[in-house]
């Protein structure tokens, strides 16, 4: 019969050192990469946009990696292949910061000793995903209880509890600075629990780029459709009977989701900011980035046009099946 094995032994905090506490808060805030998201969008919007110059470097120049060396004979790309990594890399980059936010804002709401040690617990993704799922329906039960939810969230993005204390641009009243926030917070939680392009992709299963769209006609003559750039994947869904499988195309405006990644980037860096202030006691001023609208204001301008206005994000097609008599 096995033992069980005690708290003690399989608690990695007990007697963990406060001097230790403070090197690793000082070595996370400091060594934090704050502007990585910021430098990979500007990295593939200007091979996007300056695909030609990038296909020079790329097949007449050799590359080294320390000890790595390929020679530019050996490699041959074409621009196609150029549009079509930085369509891909950009969806997947689109997802990784919005986990990046969502991952930060959780280990920094538990106003814990050390952040870093915050986020190395939530490695067991069913744990995190089941905290996203309580945000996405806007419930901010956070663990920490001298603050209330709003007065967490207002301090880990803006650096205060109290947004009266803070100046707002414009017209923008408090409430509405608090409101903003939190629909950031639940849009960004129910766009990472509908992921399926990005992990396909991140685990090496077939996804790709595509440009495609469909229309819907009523009997009234009004029509429904939409078009544009997008990720095709298969995923199955449960119907009455059984699982069928079916093709999936996710649109992905790229646009769009370049200014997203830029306006998380910018949040990002208030909960680096903001949390060197507090856990390494810095008396810096902060330079924080405001965000004055709501998530859905930027999908608004490059969704296609219908006269009904809904916004159409994805649509299925369940793949053909032999019919049984």
Not at 157 to 168: I, K, Q, V
Not at 223 to 234: A, D, M, Q
Not at 296 to 317: A, Q, R
Request: one cysteine or more; a neutral charge.
């Amino acid at each position: 019969m096995s033992k069980k094995i005690s708290q003690e032994i399989i608690n990695p905090d007990k007697d963990l050192s406060p001097r230790q506490i403070y090197k690793l808060n000082k070595e996370f805030y400091e060594n934090y990469y704050t502007d990585y998201f910021a430098t990979k969008l500007f990295i593939l919007g200007s091979m996007f946009s300056n695909s030609d110059d990038f296909l020079n470097i790329i097949n007449e120049n050799d590359v080294e990696v320390g000890v790595y060396q390929v020679d530019s004979d050996t490699i041959n790309v074409e621009k196609s292949e150029i549009i079509k990594f930085v369509k891909l890399e950009l969806s997947i980059l689109y997802y990784h910061c919005i986990e990046t936010f969502l991952r930060l804002f959780i280990a920094h709401s538990e106003f814990k000793q050390c952040p870093w040690l915050e986020l190395s617990r939530y490695t067991d993704y069913r744990k995190f995903k089941k905290k996203i799922h309580k945000m996405s329906k806007g419930k901010f039960d956070f663990a920490y209880d001298k603050l209330d939810p709003d007065q967490i969230v207002t301090y880990i993005l803006y650096g205060t509890e109290d947004l009266g204390e803070m100046e707002l641009p414009g017209t923008i009243t408090k409430e509405l600075a608090l409101e903003t926030l939190k629909e950031w917070i639940i849009w960004s939680s129910k766009e990472l629990l509908n992921v399926y392009d990005y992990n396909s992709y991140k685990h090496g299963l077939t996804v790709y780029s595509d440009s495609k769209g469909f229309e819907l006609v009523g009997k009234d003559g009004k029509k429904i459709k939409e078009h544009g750039e997008g990720l095709v994947f298969l995923n199955k869904v449960k119907k009455v009977e059984r699982y069928k499988w079916q093709k999936t195309f996710i649109f992905t405006p790229l646009d769009y989701r370049a200014v997203m990644v830029h306006i998380l980037q910018g949040l990002i860096r208030n909960i680096i900011n903001i949390g060197k202030r507090t856990y390494l006691e810095e008396a810096d001023s902060l330079d924080i980035v405001f965000v004055g609208s709501k998530p859905y204001i930027f999908y608004d301008p490059v969704k296609t046009e219908n006269p009904l206005g809904l916004t159409v994000k994805s649509y299925s097609v369940e793949l053909e099946y032999i019919k049984k008599d």
